[in-house]
Protein backbone atom coordinates (compact mmCIF):
# COMPACT_ATOMS: atom_id res chain seq x y z
CA UNK A 1 0.00 0.00 0.00
CA UNK A 2 3.06 2.36 0.47
CA UNK A 3 4.36 2.77 -3.08
CA UNK A 4 0.59 1.72 -4.63
CA UNK A 5 0.59 5.89 -5.22
CA UNK A 6 3.39 5.09 -7.77
CA UNK A 7 0.88 2.91 -10.10
CA UNK A 8 -1.37 5.12 -10.28
CA UNK A 9 0.72 7.81 -10.92
CA UNK A 10 2.07 5.87 -14.29
CA UNK A 11 -1.54 5.38 -14.97
CA UNK A 12 -2.15 9.07 -14.77
CA UNK A 13 0.70 9.37 -16.87
CA UNK A 14 -0.21 7.23 -19.74
CA UNK A 15 -3.62 8.95 -19.73
CA UNK A 16 -2.06 12.03 -19.97
CA UNK A 17 -0.24 10.84 -22.95
CA UNK A 18 -2.72 9.73 -24.81
CA UNK A 19 -4.94 12.60 -24.60
CA UNK A 20 -2.93 14.96 -24.15
CA UNK A 21 -3.45 15.92 -28.02
CA UNK A 22 -7.34 16.21 -27.53
CA UNK A 23 -6.48 18.47 -24.77
CA UNK A 24 -4.12 20.73 -26.47
CA UNK A 25 -6.43 20.58 -29.71
CA UNK A 26 -4.10 19.08 -31.65
CA UNK A 27 -6.98 16.84 -33.09
CA UNK A 28 -9.23 19.93 -33.94
CA UNK A 29 -10.57 23.11 -31.83
CA UNK A 30 -10.67 22.64 -28.04
CA UNK A 31 -14.58 23.11 -26.83
CA UNK A 32 -16.17 23.62 -23.23
CA UNK A 33 -17.62 20.18 -23.30
CA UNK A 34 -14.47 18.51 -23.46
CA UNK A 35 -12.81 21.01 -21.53
CA UNK A 36 -14.86 20.29 -18.60
CA UNK A 37 -14.77 16.70 -19.18
CA UNK A 38 -10.41 16.58 -18.85
CA UNK A 39 -10.57 18.53 -16.25
CA UNK A 40 -12.74 16.61 -14.53
CA UNK A 41 -11.13 13.13 -15.42
CA UNK A 42 -7.53 14.96 -14.51
CA UNK A 43 -8.91 15.68 -11.15
CA UNK A 44 -10.31 12.51 -10.75
CA UNK A 45 -6.77 10.80 -11.78
CA UNK A 46 -5.07 13.17 -9.68
CA UNK A 47 -6.83 12.52 -6.66
CA UNK A 48 -6.69 8.72 -6.93
CA UNK A 49 -2.69 9.69 -6.65
CA UNK A 50 -2.90 11.85 -3.57
CA UNK A 51 -5.38 9.37 -2.12
CA UNK A 52 -2.92 6.32 -2.48
CA UNK A 53 -0.31 8.60 -0.92
CA UNK A 54 -1.98 9.74 1.96
CA UNK A 55 -3.34 5.99 2.84
CA UNK A 56 -0.32 4.18 2.39
CA UNK A 57 1.77 6.98 4.59
CA UNK A 58 -1.15 6.87 7.46
CA UNK A 59 -2.57 10.38 6.94
CA UNK A 60 -5.98 8.72 6.92
CA UNK A 61 -7.90 11.77 8.54
CA UNK A 62 -6.81 13.81 4.94
CA UNK A 63 -7.53 10.73 3.10
CA UNK A 64 -10.86 10.70 4.47
CA UNK A 65 -11.53 15.12 3.62
CA UNK A 66 -10.17 14.17 -0.07
CA UNK A 67 -12.42 11.20 -0.18
CA UNK A 68 -15.47 13.18 0.41
CA UNK A 69 -14.85 15.42 -2.71
CA UNK A 70 -15.28 12.32 -4.87
CA UNK A 71 -19.10 12.60 -4.11
CA UNK A 72 -19.13 15.50 -6.34
CA UNK A 73 -16.51 14.90 -8.99
CA UNK A 74 -17.35 11.15 -9.68
CA UNK A 75 -21.09 12.57 -11.11
CA UNK A 76 -19.83 14.94 -12.65
CA UNK A 77 -17.36 13.08 -14.95
CA UNK A 78 -19.94 10.80 -15.34
CA UNK A 79 -22.59 13.65 -16.71
CA UNK A 80 -19.78 15.36 -18.79
CA UNK A 81 -18.69 12.24 -20.08
CA UNK A 82 -22.46 11.47 -21.47
CA UNK A 83 -22.54 14.88 -23.25
CA UNK A 84 -19.14 14.51 -24.82
CA UNK A 85 -20.57 10.77 -26.13
CA UNK A 86 -23.36 13.29 -26.99
CA UNK A 87 -21.47 15.64 -29.00
CA UNK A 88 -19.02 12.77 -30.81
CA UNK A 89 -22.06 11.47 -31.89
CA UNK A 90 -23.89 14.37 -33.25
CA UNK A 91 -23.20 15.86 -37.45
CA UNK A 92 -20.33 17.40 -36.13
CA UNK A 93 -17.97 14.40 -35.08
CA UNK A 94 -15.02 13.76 -37.26
CA UNK A 95 -15.48 9.79 -37.23
CA UNK A 96 -17.43 7.67 -39.31
CA UNK A 97 -20.86 6.47 -38.45
CA UNK A 98 -19.28 3.34 -37.53
CA UNK A 99 -16.84 4.18 -35.25
CA UNK A 100 -18.70 6.50 -33.54
CA UNK A 101 -21.46 3.92 -32.58
CA UNK A 102 -18.20 1.63 -31.74
CA UNK A 103 -16.96 4.66 -29.69
CA UNK A 104 -20.28 5.30 -28.02
CA UNK A 105 -20.98 1.64 -27.08
CA UNK A 106 -17.25 1.48 -25.80
CA UNK A 107 -18.22 4.89 -23.84
CA UNK A 108 -21.61 3.94 -21.90
CA UNK A 109 -20.44 0.43 -20.76
CA UNK A 110 -17.38 2.28 -19.37
CA UNK A 111 -19.66 4.40 -17.56
CA UNK A 112 -21.59 2.07 -16.71
CA UNK A 113 -18.91 -0.05 -15.33
CA UNK A 114 -17.29 3.21 -13.88
CA UNK A 115 -20.39 3.98 -11.66
CA UNK A 116 -20.39 0.40 -10.18
CA UNK A 117 -16.72 0.57 -9.09
CA UNK A 118 -17.30 3.90 -7.61
CA UNK A 119 -20.75 2.96 -5.64
CA UNK A 120 -19.29 -0.47 -4.15
CA UNK A 121 -16.03 1.56 -3.54
CA UNK A 122 -17.88 3.39 -1.17
CA UNK A 123 -20.25 0.71 -0.10
CA UNK A 124 -17.30 -1.16 1.03
CA UNK A 125 -15.41 2.45 2.23
CA UNK A 126 -14.48 0.53 5.73
CA UNK A 127 -12.81 -2.53 3.95
CA UNK A 128 -9.67 -1.37 3.24
CA UNK A 129 -8.74 -4.44 0.66
CA UNK A 130 -11.64 -4.00 -1.03
CA UNK A 131 -12.17 -0.04 -1.05
CA UNK A 132 -8.61 -0.01 -2.74
CA UNK A 133 -9.03 -2.55 -5.29
CA UNK A 134 -12.69 -1.02 -6.50
CA UNK A 135 -11.16 2.79 -6.88
CA UNK A 136 -7.93 1.42 -8.58
CA UNK A 137 -10.60 -0.39 -10.76
CA UNK A 138 -11.65 3.11 -12.08
CA UNK A 139 -8.46 4.00 -13.57
CA UNK A 140 -8.92 0.82 -16.24
CA UNK A 141 -12.16 2.86 -17.42
CA UNK A 142 -9.75 5.29 -18.61
CA UNK A 143 -6.83 3.31 -19.72
CA UNK A 144 -8.46 1.47 -23.18
CA UNK A 145 -9.37 5.11 -25.11
CA UNK A 146 -6.09 6.44 -23.63
CA UNK A 147 -3.84 3.49 -25.20
CA UNK A 148 -5.91 3.16 -28.22
CA UNK A 149 -4.81 6.69 -28.81
CA UNK A 150 -1.74 6.86 -27.95
CA UNK A 151 -1.19 3.55 -30.36
CA UNK A 152 -3.03 4.94 -33.13
CA UNK A 153 -1.10 8.11 -33.00
CA UNK A 154 2.45 6.61 -32.65
CA UNK A 155 1.69 3.28 -34.36
CA UNK A 156 1.24 3.29 -38.22
CA UNK A 157 0.62 -0.40 -38.84
CA UNK A 158 -2.42 -0.25 -37.05
CA UNK A 159 -4.64 2.68 -39.47
CA UNK A 160 -5.48 4.78 -36.56
CA UNK A 161 -7.89 4.85 -33.74
CA UNK A 162 -9.99 2.24 -35.06
CA UNK A 163 -7.14 -0.31 -35.24
CA UNK A 164 -5.96 0.44 -31.97
CA UNK A 165 -8.64 -0.14 -29.87
CA UNK A 166 -8.39 -4.17 -29.85
CA UNK A 167 -4.44 -4.03 -28.50
CA UNK A 168 -5.05 -1.31 -26.22
CA UNK A 169 -7.94 -3.42 -24.85
CA UNK A 170 -5.82 -6.10 -24.82
CA UNK A 171 -3.36 -4.54 -22.59
CA UNK A 172 -5.64 -3.64 -20.27
CA UNK A 173 -6.63 -6.84 -19.87
CA UNK A 174 -3.31 -8.60 -19.65
CA UNK A 175 -2.66 -6.04 -16.56
CA UNK A 176 -6.08 -6.90 -14.88
CA UNK A 177 -5.27 -11.07 -15.39
CA UNK A 178 -2.09 -10.17 -13.96
CA UNK A 179 -3.61 -8.35 -10.59
CA UNK A 180 -6.06 -11.05 -10.17
CA UNK A 181 -2.91 -13.51 -10.34
CA UNK A 182 -1.17 -11.97 -7.60
CA UNK A 183 -4.13 -11.95 -5.78
CA UNK A 184 -4.92 -15.23 -5.77
CA UNK A 185 -1.42 -16.55 -4.80
CA UNK A 186 -2.43 -14.53 -1.68
CA UNK A 187 -5.50 -16.82 -1.35
CA UNK A 188 -7.77 -13.84 -2.66
CA UNK A 189 -9.52 -15.52 -5.96
CA UNK A 190 -12.56 -13.74 -5.10
CA UNK A 191 -11.32 -9.74 -6.19
CA UNK A 192 -12.77 -6.98 -7.61
CA UNK A 193 -10.18 -7.17 -10.66
CA UNK A 194 -12.68 -10.10 -12.11
CA UNK A 195 -15.76 -7.61 -12.26
CA UNK A 196 -13.50 -5.25 -14.11
CA UNK A 197 -12.08 -7.78 -16.46
CA UNK A 198 -15.35 -9.43 -17.22
CA UNK A 199 -16.80 -5.85 -18.50
CA UNK A 200 -13.74 -5.15 -20.33
CA UNK A 201 -13.64 -8.52 -22.11
CA UNK A 202 -17.30 -8.51 -22.71
CA UNK A 203 -16.82 -4.86 -24.30
CA UNK A 204 -14.12 -5.88 -26.59
CA UNK A 205 -15.87 -8.42 -27.67
CA UNK A 206 -19.10 -6.70 -28.92
CA UNK A 207 -17.55 -3.33 -29.59
CA UNK A 208 -17.51 -3.69 -33.51
CA UNK A 209 -20.75 -6.06 -33.88
CA UNK A 210 -22.50 -2.86 -31.70
CA UNK A 211 -22.90 -1.07 -34.99
CA UNK A 212 -24.98 -3.84 -37.04
CA UNK A 213 -27.52 -3.64 -33.93
CA UNK A 214 -30.76 -1.82 -35.03
CA UNK A 215 -31.60 -1.80 -31.17
CA UNK A 216 -28.47 -0.04 -30.45
CA UNK A 217 -28.22 2.30 -33.41
CA UNK A 218 -32.06 3.14 -32.63
CA UNK A 219 -30.51 4.13 -29.05
CA UNK A 220 -27.85 6.31 -30.64
CA UNK A 221 -30.50 8.28 -32.14
CA UNK A 222 -32.05 8.93 -29.55
CA UNK A 223 -28.85 10.07 -27.59
CA UNK A 224 -27.82 12.25 -30.71
CA UNK A 225 -26.85 10.18 -33.76
CA UNK A 226 -28.47 11.68 -36.74
CA UNK A 227 -30.83 10.20 -38.72
CA UNK A 228 -29.33 8.51 -42.23
Do not use: C
Not at 36 to 51: F, K, N
Not at 104 to 116: E, K, N
Amino acid sequence: MRHLYLAFALAFAVTLFGFWPSFTGGLGPLDPIRMVHGALATTWMAMLVVQSWLIGHDHNRWHRWIGRTSLIIAPALVVSALVVVHDMLGPRSHFPVPLRLTLAWIDLWSLALFSALYGLAIAFRRTMVLHARFMASTVFVALPPALGRAYGMNIPSLHGLAGALPPSFWTVEAVLVGLILWDGFKGRWITPWLLTLAVTAAVQMTMFQAPTWPTFVAFARLIGLPAA
